[in-house]
T-cell receptor, first 115, second 108 residues
Framework: EAGVVQSPRYKIIEKKQPVAFWCNPI?????LYWYLQNLGQGPELLIR????????DSQLPKDRFSAERLKGVDSTLKIQPAELGDSAVYLC?????????????FGPGTRLTVL | GQNIDQPTEMTATEGAIVQINCTYQ??????LFWYQQHAGEAPTFLSY????GLEEKGRFSSFLSRSKGYSYLLLKELQMKDSASYLC?????????FGAGTRLTVKP
């Protein structure tokens, strides 16, 4: 069974440009997460989806970040415009549901460099 | 808050045993995950503890004390490939919060 798929794996852009990341979760997983991971730090939650509904986006900087999960499967995270401080790895994860104990499975991440 | 604390770095010798500790705030706590993350790769699931005690899985074991807000990951018979970051993740209500990770270096 395929794991969580993310693309692109790497992205280099200039500041003020837009960028988008794509995630395909494990088949059958209702819950999808987007995390940001800075070097030497643990993942920090940006947004959590239950099917197509964003149920926790309290940590998403809504002035420049947006996300969608159309049809409750694939998801896209967008930054517009990107800033230098957005350079990080953006991880997508999925779980069967969001019950306590449901294991989250992570994709390989997209490493964003903003110049 | 839901601070999760773990050591930043540890070094151990091939074949030895190492224990990585993690402490967390107990309010709203559900369970404790450990993930392994090699440099440039995705975190991969190692273990989940919800009850007090030790869970053993091959060379890796994980312990939880709910009353103390404390967990550890025990790695036995260390191999070079165990060099990685180990993330402690605590599940609170519907959310999981991660520590900054412990970077383990295994030396020959």
């Amino acid at each position: 069974e395929a794991g969580v798929v993310q693309s692109p794996r790497y992205k280099i852009i200039e500041k003020k440009q837009p960028v988008a990341f794509w995630c395909n979760p494990i088949s059958g997983h209702n819950t999808l997460y987007w995390y940001l991971q800075n070097l030497g730090q643990g993942p920090e939650l940006l947004i959590r989806y239950e099917n197509e509904e964003a149920v926790d986006d309290s940590q998403l900087p809504k002035d420049r970040f947006s996300a969608e999960r159309l049809k409750g499967v694939d998801s896209t995270l967008k930054i517009q415009p990107a800033e230098l401080g957005d350079s990080a790895v953006y991880l997508c994860a999925s779980s069967l549901r969001s019950r306590p104990g449901d294991t989250q499975y992570f994709g390989p991440g997209t490493r964003l460099t903003v110049l | 808050g839901q601070n999760i604390d773990q050591p930043t770095e540890m070094t151990a010798t091939e074949g030895a045993i190492v224990q990585i500790n993690c402490t967390y705030q107990t309010s709203g706590f559900n369970g404790l995950f450990w993930y392994q993350q090699h440099a440039g790769e995705a975190p991969t699931f190692l273990s989940y503890n919800v009850l007090d005690g030790l869970e053993e899985k091959g060379r890796f074991s994980s312990f939880l004390s709910r009353s103390k807000g404390y967990s550890y990951l025990l790695l036995k018979e260390l191999q070079m490939k165990d060099s990685a970051s180990y993330l402690c993740g605590a599940s609170f209500n519907n959310d999981m919060r991660f520590g900054a990770g412990t970077r383990l270096t295994v030396k020959p």
